[in-house]
């Protein structure tokens, strides 16, 4: 059976054309021990049987014509998307992280499921890690976590999940789906019109949209806030063309976190009147700030995108349901408790304005999807370019989470960095919260002095971070 990708979704897929724009997110748990490899694996053939997109792989139209969709795999293979692999001897944190990341990095087999598990053992002290990588297609950081329910256990160790034949699994699976379809094809009525007024009419009226924003503007206050909602789902749109230090881009990427007690977080929040993520934000224009005063570089404003969940109570939790909005942020010549008053205004504005404009948002991505895959994806990249500073923050379990059997000590994220010069993600955990920077070092060339500036930067809001 066939399942439809969303707007969002395809165009994720479509823009990854362009390597520079690849959407692979993923994160690094470390373990407290080495699990068991037949439990680990156990605890994988149970999350693919109970999780459809784990199972399921993008199928492209036949000759281009007409929409990707999510299909069954047929050939899938578990020994695919679960590796293992072992440091050598003595091996450092820096050893780890440049593992990770070229492994993050590599890109996915397009004609397989989108994710991938790669489990890592010889750290000192007998730990392990665990590394996670998952297209955003599948879905966002919200939907992974949703999806990790299935994978690892929270509060105690649990034991070994049942066995689970996952042949057979995909074989009933196969049955199903084709019983469905042949009930599906008799029932269709006939329709001539295939295609039908809906589609051409959706991209004329936001064609028009786009095309005429000052009529939009006079328009009423509704049409206003929905022309800003069409802006920020593309960053970077008109103005700041951001840091002429960070101007270069690259494939190749660099991994540094930080590690932040999460008490701090909330009090530096606190004590300002605003939420978490508006410290986290303003915190890391700060280390942004710092480390263009190393180079003796003013600048004036940090063009940055954050993520707006647009996720409704009764949507479908592994969905994607985000929106990157636009902000520059105030550079040189602001103090720190200023700039955090007005991410925090500039933060509501743009999630008021997205959630209000959900479905006009998704029928901008539909547009987008809808043009040529040279087209959007170069335009995509000619926005993404002028980026400085990606930063998303998702909030992680607040209990102790195993694998295997095991403790996870530390849970790093590792957003993408699509075409931007630094994604800094967020993820909190226990009581404890993980800064990854997924960096690109054409643009970044001292990735160890950005990761001491942006631990000066939230020590500049009174957060201690400690470093890895």
Same mark, same amino acid.
């Given at each position: 059976?066939?399942?439809?990708?969303?707007?969002?979704?395809?165009?994720?897929?479509?823009?990854?054309?362009?390597?520079?724009?690849?959407?692979?997110?993923?994160?690094?748990?470390?373990?407290?021990?080495?699990?068991?490899?037949?439990?680990?694996?156990?605890?994988?053939?149970?999350?693919?049987?109970?999780?459809?997109?784990?199972?399921?792989?993008?199928?492209?139209?036949?000759?281009?014509?007409?929409?990707?969709?999510?299909?069954?795999?047929?050939?899938?293979?578990?020994?695919?998307?679960?590796?293992?692999?072992?440091?050598?001897?003595?091996?450092?944190?820096?050893?780890?992280?440049?593992?990770?990341?070229?492994?993050?990095?590599?890109?996915?087999?397009?004609?397989?499921?989108?994710?991938?598990?790669?489990?890592?053992?010889?750290?000192?002290?007998?730990?392990?890690?665990?590394?996670?990588?998952?297209?955003?297609?599948?879905?966002?950081?919200?939907?992974?976590?949703?999806?990790?329910?299935?994978?690892?256990?929270?509060?105690?160790?649990?034991?070994?999940?049942?066995?689970?034949?996952?042949?057979?699994?995909?074989?009933?699976?196969?049955?199903?789906?084709?019983?469905?379809?042949?009930?599906?094809?008799?029932?269709?009525?006939?329709?001539?019109?295939?295609?039908?007024?809906?589609?051409?009419?959706?991209?004329?009226?936001?064609?028009?949209?786009?095309?005429?924003?000052?009529?939009?503007?006079?328009?009423?206050? =509704? %049409?206003?806030?929905?022309? @800003?909602?069409?802006?920020?789902?593309?960053? !970077? /749109?008109?103005?700041?063309?951001?840091? *002429? #230090?960070?101007?270069?881009?690259?494939?190749?990427?660099?991994?540094?976190?930080?590690?932040?007690?999460?008490?701090?977080?909330?009090?530096?929040?606190?004590?300002?009147?605003?939420?978490?993520?508006?410290?986290?934000?303003?915190?890391?224009?700060?280390?942004?700030?710092?480390?263009?005063?190393?180079?003796?570089?003013?600048?004036?404003?940090?063009?940055?995108?954050?993520?707006?969940?647009?996720?409704?109570?009764?949507?479908?939790?592994?969905?994607?349901?985000?929106?990157?909005?636009?902000?520059?942020?105030?550079?040189?010549?602001?103090?720190?408790?200023?700039?955090?008053?007005?991410?925090?205004?500039?933060?509501?504005?743009?999630? =008021? %304005?997205?959630?209000?404009? @959900?479905?006009?948002?998704?029928?901008?991505? !539909? /547009?987008?999807?809808?043009?040529?895959? *040279? #087209?959007?994806?170069?335009?995509?990249?000619?926005?993404?370019?002028?980026?400085?500073?990606?930063?998303?923050?998702?909030?992680?379990?607040?209990?102790?989470?195993?694998?295997?059997?095991?403790?996870?000590?530390?849970?790093?994220?590792?957003?993408?960095?699509?075409?931007?010069?630094?994604?800094?993600?967020?993820?909190?955990?226990?009581?404890?919260?993980?800064?990854?920077?997924?960096?690109?070092?054409?643009?970044?060339?001292?990735?160890?002095?950005?990761?001491?500036?942006?631990?000066?930067?939230?020590?500049?809001?009174?957060?201690?971070?400690?470093?890895?």
């Amino acid at each position: 059976m066939e399942l439809a990708l969303t707007d969002t979704e395809e165009l994720l897929w479509g823009l990854e054309s362009n390597p520079n724009l690849a959407s692979t997110m993923g994160s690094l748990l470390i373990l407290d021990r080495a699990p068991d490899r037949e439990w680990a694996l156990a605890s994988w053939r149970k999350a693919v049987a109970r999780v459809p997109r784990l199972r399921l792989k993008v199928s492209e139209p036949t000759l281009g014509i007409g929409s990707p969709v999510w299909t069954l795999d047929t050939q899938f293979d578990l020994d695919h998307h679960v590796r293992f692999m072992r440091l050598p001897a003595k091996a450092t944190a820096e050893e780890l992280s440049n593992a990770v990341v070229q492994w993050i990095n590599d890109p996915f087999d397009r004609s397989r499921p989108l994710w991938e598990s790669l489990l890592i053992t010889g750290l000192p002290g007998g730990r392990a890690a665990l590394v996670a990588k998952l297209h955003h297609s599948i879905a966002d950081g919200l939907g992974a976590l949703q999806m990790a329910g299935e994978i690892y256990s929270f509060g105690e160790p649990g034991s070994p999940p049942e066995a689970i034949d996952l042949q057979q699994v995909f074989a009933e699976l196969q049955t199903e789906s084709a019983v469905a379809a042949v009930q599906s094809e008799e029932a269709e009525p006939e329709n001539d019109d295939e295609d039908g007024p809906g589609f051409f009419s959706r991209v004329g009226d936001i064609a028009s949209l786009l095309a005429d924003r000052r009529r939009i503007t006079s328009a009423g206050n =509704d %049409a206003v806030q929905a022309a @800003r909602a069409v802006a920020n789902q593309f960053p !970077g /749109l008109g103005g700041h063309s951001g840091s *002429d #230090l960070w101007s270069d881009r690259s494939r190749n990427r660099r991994l540094e976190w930080l590690e932040i007690p999460l008490p701090q977080l909330k009090a530096s929040a606190k004590k300002r009147g605003v939420r978490l993520n508006d410290v986290f934000v303003g915190s890391c224009a700060e280390g942004v700030l710092r480390y263009h005063d190393e180079f003796g570089v003013e600048l004036p404003e940090i063009s940055s995108t954050v993520v707006v969940s647009t996720r409704r109570p009764d949507d479908d939790a592994t969905v994607n349901a985000f929106t990157p909005a636009s902000i520059h942020l105030p550079g040189h010549g602001v103090g720190a408790d200023e700039r955090v008053a007005y991410i925090n205004t500039e933060i509501q504005l743009r999630r =008021d %304005a997205l959630r209000s404009h @959900r479905d006009l948002l998704g029928s901008v991505s !539909g /547009l987008a999807a809808a043009l040529p895959t *040279d #087209l959007s994806a170069g335009l995509a990249l000619g926005q993404a370019s002028r980026v400085d500073l990606a930063t998303s923050n998702v909030p992680g379990p607040p209990i102790d989470a195993f694998f295997a059997g095991q403790k996870v000590l530390k849970w790093i994220p590792v957003g993408p960095v699509s075409g931007t010069a630094l994604n800094v993600t967020l993820l909190s955990y226990t009581d404890s919260v993980f800064v990854g920077m997924h960096i690109d070092p054409a643009a970044i060339s001292e990735v160890k002095l950005l990761k001491n500036c942006f631990r000066a930067g939230f020590g500049d809001l009174g957060i201690r971070a400690r470093i890895r």
